[in-house]
């Protein structure tokens, strides 16, 4: 996620780019065609109402894009809220021997969940820009390592015969779950709270699952590519057309306005292409690039929370934004 107030004018074009210089050489070797005498121009009527269609679509695409990005941030402000309700029922529901020892127990249990939930999401999928990752000259130097860290994060908080017990796992966070929602059952069973507490964290643990599956929704769904792949045809349609059109802004006569034509035209084929590239890199919240979620930074908060409550040791800082990103 960029948490300054603005994208820079550079950082953006670099991005957005190759459009624009591609949408140049070919509306320049228009224009020349036409002042070689060649009449190419094309009435900007029918080239416009192309245009203005595909800003419709457009805008149509890049709001449902952003409902995505949007839904998968409520998702996980969602998790923080009902994980400090985990951690604040932890706290006072267990009660008896051992209780400080259980408390931790279960809560670095739960932030072994959060950390494996977030390396499945950062996990790649073909639709998405995984060689598009944070990188380069603008973005932070490094990157999580999502596909080796996992076992080595887990260690941290789960015991290391319950961390090989999930490498045999297709779905290492639903099986965290299941342990916790074991061991819950074990410590009601023992008489470490009543059952109508225990209730009452079978129902954190739900919505633990239902947060879980949304995410997995949107990770595991991709965007209708139909509809992604619509707005990229027709951008290309419309901008196959319109330095034809622009010719008839530009008279020949005029050669100077002859030589702004391809820069015009090149101009509005990169602000179409800017705005699919806009509503495309929005489709994928969790892919690990420069504009999603920031669930790493998101989990790390809930950590810091969860630690507290239970006076540990060595508790990490918040993450901060590097270069302007957050992970």
Known sequence: MYTKRNYSFWMM???????????????????????????????????????????????????????????????????????????????????????????????????????????????????????????????????EDYHNKLNKELGLFLSPAEVAVYDEKTNTATQILVTQTKRLQELKDQNYFDNFRHMEFYQLIRSFYDGQGKAERIKNFPFPR???????????????????????????????????????????????????KIGDYSENPFEGSFNDVPITSIARAIEIDLREMIDDTDIPAPLSSEKGFLL
């Not at 670099?14 to 009435?43: C, E, R």
Request: hydrophobic share 50%; aromatic share 18%; with cysteine.
């Open 13 to 143: 074009f670099k991005w957005s780019k190759t459009p624009f210089f591609m949408g140049l050489i070919y509306s320049a070797t228009i224009g020349f065609i036409q002042y070689q005498g060649f009449d190419l121009a094309l009435p900007w009527e029918p080239v416009s109402i192309i245009g203005i269609a595909l800003a419709f679509y457009l805008g149509f695409k890049n709001n449902s894009s952003y409902d995505r990005l949007w839904e998968a941030r409520k998702i996980w402000g969602g998790l923080v809220n009902d994980s400090r309700s985990l951690g604040a029922a932890i706290m006072s529901f267990v009660q008896g021997k051992n209780k400080a020892a259980i408390q931790k127990e279960l809560i670095y249990r739960h932030i072994a969940w959060l950390t494996a939930l977030r390396h499945q999401l950062r996990l790649s999928k073909e639709w998405e820009h995984s060689e598009l990752r944070i990188k380069g000259k603008y973005f932070p130097v490094a990157s």
């Open 226 to 276: 139909q509809y992604a792949s619509t707005a990229l045809w027709l951008n290309f349609t419309f901008c196959l057309f319109l330095p034809f059109g622009m010719l008839g802004f530009f008279p020949a006569v005029d050669i100077w306005l002859l030589c702004l034509c391809p820069f015009m035209s090149a101009l509005l084929i990169w602000i179409y292409f800017l705005m699919e």
